[in-house]
């Protein structure tokens, strides 16, 4: 296989592959960006991992069939051990075939990737992993979230925005507000309503929740704030209460000074 050859799989490459390849070329090292997007899996609605994967070769992959480096360049909803299976796949592959096989490498990791059904990489706000009995939503910005996770950041942030921006009102403030209602904890994009239409009473069911939470705590702050203000009154009352005793006190004395 001479370089010809090379451009000429890296031609046919773009034509099967016209919105998600590209390629760049610097000092005769080829590199190839394939991004694998939910689009590519069977049902659109459970894409829930995308990325774009990364193939650095050059004149080796002609003369060793070797490829220099295969990474993942950017990743959605994939665990850094996922991530490894793919590569190593696509590593085994170059080690058993021969050029061209490009192509064979970027459909397998599009397969490799349409067959996760569930986010390998775990929620971003409890941390905990996914799994089919616990629902889940990705957002705009494709970022995955558990639905139970989500609603109480949603219902937090909205409400949160919702209290800043009445409180602004009463003081005539002009501050603006950073963000407006819910953004993405990851990316911090004003998440869209859509989002959680599907969970829309989870949502506010979570808001009632939150706002309870925040009618408690404000009654716990009164009854602190009562019993600090008694307790200042009652030691109050308590040194009022030692200083007479004081002043009576030195009046015996005195008289008793006189009385001698």
Request: charged share 30%; glycine share 4%.
């Amino acid at each position: 296989m001479n370089m010809e050859d090379l451009q000429e799989e890296i031609d046919a490459l773009i034509a099967i592959f016209p919105d998600t390849v590209s390629v760049s070329q610097e000092n005769g090292v080829y590199t190839i960006h394939a991004a694998l997007k939910p689009e590519q899996c069977a049902d659109i609605e459970e894409g829930f991992v995308e990325g774009e994967i990364e193939f650095i070769l050059d004149k080796m992959y002609l003369s060793e069939n070797s490829i220099r480096k295969i990474s993942f360049s950017r990743s959605r909803g994939l665990g850094l051990e996922t991530i490894q299976e793919i590569t190593s796949k696509l590593y085994d592959q170059v080690a058993h075939y021969e050029p061209p096989l490009l192509f064979q490498l970027i459909s397998t990791a599009e397969d490799l990737v349409r067959d996760i059904r569930i986010p390998t990489l775990p929620c971003s706000i409890c941390l905990c992993d996914f799994d089919e009995t616990n629902p889940f939503m990705k957002t705009k910005c494709f970022h995955i979230f558990h639905h139970e996770c989500f609603a109480m950041w949603y219902a937090v942030k909205v409400e949160d925005y919702n209290r800043e921006k009445l409180a602004q009102k009463k003081t005539g403030s002009t501050s603006k507000i950073e963000h407006k209602g819910c953004w993405c904890p990851v990316c911090r994009k004003t998440v869209d309503i859509s989002d959680i239409q599907s969970f829309s009473n989870l949502v506010q069911n979570k808001l009632k929740e939150y706002k309870q939470l925040l009618h408690n705590k404000q009654i716990e702050a009164s009854r602190r704030q009562e019993e600090w203000q008694a307790s200042l009154e009652s030691k109050s009352a308590e040194d009022e209460e030692g200083e007479n005793v004081l002043f009576v006190a030195d009046a015996h004395r005195t008289l008793d000074f006189f009385s001698d």
